[in-house]
Nanobody, 114 residues
Framework: QVQLVESGGGLVQAGGSLRLSCAAS????????MAWYRQAPGKQRELVAS???????NYADSVKGRFSISRVNAESTMYLQMNNLKPEDTAVYYC????????WGQGTQVTVSS
């Protein structure tokens, strides 16, 4: 059973930065395109950023130019660097495969104050 563990969230003022980490058991990173998702209160979970096995990236329009996704396959770790954070970025952030999800982790809370 693959286990995903997100960390790095916290409370930050608007304009600030956070770096999220995703650690996974097994070889999930080696064989899969991966992504970061977020879910704000009362809203559906949405795709924030994705990264292919070869390192090609894609971003939601709302975070383009502010967030950066990266991965270190050998360490089974993925990151999301978030800069110039806005209150609307407040959500629980999750990592998972880009498709055919495995069990979701607990997520990490990001709260951006205005």
């Amino acid at each position: 059973q693959v286990q995903l563990v997100e960390s790095g969230g916290g409370l930050v003022q608007a304009g600030g930065s956070l770096r999220l980490s995703c650690a996974a058991s097994g070889n999930i990173f080696k064989f899969n395109h991966m992504a970061w998702y977020r879910q704000a209160p009362g809203k559906q979970r949405e795709l924030v950023a994705s990264i292919t096995i070869s390192g090609n990236t894609n971003y939601a329009d709302s975070v383009k130019g502010r967030f950066s996704i990266s991965r270190v396959n050998a360490e089974s770790t993925m990151y999301l660097q978030m800069n110039n954070l806005k209150p609307e970025d407040t959500a629980v952030y999750y990592c998972n495969k880009l498709a055919n999800f495995v069990s979701w982790g607990q997520g990490t809370q990001v709260t951006v104050s205005s």
